[in-house]
Each structure stands twice: as C-alpha cells, then as structure tokens.
C-alpha cells in the first residue's frame, strides 16, 4: 500500500500544468504517502495521533506535515481532480456543502451555522465539486467557508492561519471559483452542473454559469415564482395574474407525470422511484427579472425546464423540483437520470466520513484543515481505482 501511495503521489507533478515551480518537496512527497496510508487502513479515527501511532511514525513529524507545512494544498487538488476527469469522464459536476462538527471557536472558520441533523451547531462548512459518471464519483476541490464575523476580525484570522487575502465570499460565490480555478489549469469546463436550492436560488450563481457557458441544473423551492410558456415571447414586466408559483405550475400538470426507477436496488438499499413531469417555464422571481430587464436584449425571459417529483402520482405535495437550463428537447430520462445523481455526492461524503476520516481532522489552522481535505480528496480516486481494477498492481 505504501509503495502504491508513493507511486501514486509522483504521477501528480505531471497531471496538469504547474502554477508554481515547487509546491511539494520531496520529503513532503514522502509525508503524503504515509499520510494517505494512514488514511486508508482501518481504525475508528483518522486524526494524527492515532494514525501516527498505527503507523509507527513520530507524531510531531506527521502533524507538522498536515498541519504547519507550506506545500500547497490548491495544486494537490488540481492534481486529484485532473486524474479523477481522466478516470471518470464526467456527465455532470456536483455542488455541495458539507459541516464539520467543532468545539472550539478558535478553530479556523468555525460559526453557529446549519449542521445537517444537528440543526444549528458551531461548525466549519466546506463548498466542494465532485464529478460523477456512470462508473462513479470523486471530489475534485474544495474550500472553506469563511463566515463574516471571521472576515471582519483580521486579528482572529491571523491566529488561525487564515492568509491575509482571504476573504468573506458567499457559498456560490466560492462554487464559482473553484470552477473557474479547475478549468483555468487546464480541465474541460463541465458539461452540466448539479446542485441543491441553496445554490438554485440564488440567481447571481445560475447567471455565472450562464455566462461561462456551463449548463446547470437546480433544485428550487415550491414557493418559486414562474411563468408557463405560451408559444411566444415573454417580456420580463409582462404582467400575468394569479402569480404562478412552481407547486401551482407542478399541480396543474400532475396528470402527466410518468413513473421511473430513478436508483436500482442494491444490496444495501431498497430502489427507489417517482413520478415525474417537465414542464417549460420561465423563471419570474423579481430579482430574475430585475437582472433580465437590465441585461437581456428586448427584455425576453429565457425559457427553462421545470422537473417536477411526486412519490406518488395521485396524492401528496411535489417532493422535488429542480429548474434547468438544457435544451427544451432534452428527453424526460435523460432529466431524471441528472436530478437523481446527486446522490452520487451523499456517497461520497459517507464514504470519506466513515472510511477516510474527513471530519477526523483536530487542528485549528486554515491551511492544516484543507491539507487534510486534500489529501482525503486524494485517496478517494486511489480507493476507486483500486475498486475497478483490485487485482493490477499499475492502476495506481
């Protein structure tokens, strides 16, 4: 495992192109190896200590690795993602955030913020894109969220290691980044690009893709505003009474809807189906069409896709919407199949969670937390690869 890791490790300095000259030395090369060894054989925690411990390395040496180094966690990342493209050929990439559980409000980023089932907790919150194809998925980059009342106390964030630069930026604002950052060493921008409604309805973020000519497809509200289509042009003032929103639109056409197995059985999940329908709309939140009439040439709303999720077709409220802006001849299935990959990052974050340790990391500082993002980053794909091909010594 070792010698994979190490191999594995050298094929990163020429994956893509380097923005530096030296981002990782040799002795840090060989840090990341036993590193990732660490966080690929079994024990119930992944923090430095343990593993140091399990591996038979000195504490210190491991923890000043991961923790106070200066190799640079951002060209790791591009390294892992470029591989894992190759690898994967990706449809679609996911966004998401994912918290981090903390206890300590000096730890970098930490804020009462919503901590999935936990509700409001003090956590850290990271934005990632993950690709995801038919052979399967792997995170490609990530970032911290940095709250306001951290950007605002530069004295707090030089304690926590936080570069001087760095930053409020909003969770879309940050998804933007990361993508341009991917595609600006060398990626192919992505084909589509996934997310839930935290990031679907925020316009400012549908418009980014939009003019980085990135397809997109959002999970929204049903309190959304919209506007069927009616075979002509519509202005964004056009003045149409009762307001639509997405649950009226959805009930109104839930006669159409068609049945599909949208995640197949597997051993340890039931499958899983819906009912589903399209629906052509233009989206008419003020905002949307505040931007529109500023914007758009004759003030025309573009058209969108609106695909609508029941449980059951003859009872019950909508369980999913998303909007979407792929051609109006996109097949049903082939909308389905999109929406329903976003499970795909939920397996990831289960699987670096429970077997790689992602929220195992102890430290404080800014730079010690996303080494560690990277570097499980990095063992996702290894662990994929090995998955494929678990007999061939050269995958790695």
């Excluded at 939009?210 to 505003?225: C, E, F, K, N």
């Excluded at 989206?283 to 709303?301: F, M, N």
């Excluded at 670096?352 to 980053?377: I, K, S, Y």
């Amino acid at each position: 495992m070792s010698s994979l890791c190490r191999r594995w490790l050298g094929t990163w300095r020429s994956s893509v192109p380097m923005c530096s000259p030296v981002w990782i030395t040799g002795g840090q090369r060989e840090f990341g190896g036993v590193y990732l060894r660490g966080l690929m054989l079994d024990g119930r925690r992944k923090s430095v200590e343990p593993m140091a411990a399990r591996l038979g390395v000195p504490r210190q040496n491991l923890g000043h690795f991961v923790g106070q180094s200066t190799w640079d966690y951002t060209q790791l990342m591009r390294r892992v993602a470029a591989r894992a493209v190759a690898d994967l050929t990706p449809s679609a990439w996911l966004i998401d955030d994912h918290p981090f559980v903390r206890y300590g409000r000096g730890t970098a980023g930490a804020a009462i913020q919503h901590c999935g089932e936990r509700g409001q907790h003090l956590c850290q919150v990271a934005v990632t894109v993950h690709a995801v194809s038919r052979r399967g998925s792997s995170p490609l980059h990530g970032r911290l969220f940095l709250p306001k009342t951290w950007a605002q106390d530069p004295g707090r964030c030089a304690k926590a290691g936080i570069p001087a630069g760095c930053g409020h930026r909003t969770k879309p604002q940050i998804a933007l980044d990361l993508i341009d950052q991917l595609t600006a060493c060398g990626l192919p921008p992505p084909p589509l690009v996934i997310a839930d409604s935290d990031y679907g309805e925020n316009v400012a973020f549908r418009t980014g893709l939009s003019a980085r000519g990135i397809r997109w497809l959002m999970a929204v509200g049903g309190d959304t505003v919209v506007l069927p289509t009616i075979g002509h042009p519509t202005t964004a003032w056009a003045r149409r009474n009762p307001v639509h929103t997405v649950n009226t639109i959805a009930e109104a056409n839930r006669y159409r809807a068609r049945r599909f197995i949208y995640r197949p059985r597997t051993a340890d999940h039931r499958a899983r189906s819906g009912w589903f329908v399209a629906i052509r709309v233009h989206i008419a939140g003020v905002v949307e069409r505040t931007r529109v009439s500023k914007t758009i040439p004759g003030r025309l709303l573009p058209e969108s896709t609106l695909l609508v999720q029941w449980r059951r077709k003859h009872d019950g409220d909508a369980f999913r919407v998303w909007i979407t802006d792929l051609p109006a001849d996109t097949p049903l299935p082939v909308l389905v199949k999109h929406a329903a990959s976003r499970w795909h990052i939920e397996c990831d974050y289960r699987q670096m969670e429970q077997a790689l340790g992602l929220g195992d990391f102890e430290g404080r500082n800014w730079n010690g937390f996303h080494h560690h993002l990277a570097l499980v980053a990095a063992a996702h794909p290894f662990c994929l690869e090995q998955r494929w091909n678990p007999k061939d010594q050269h995958t790695a």
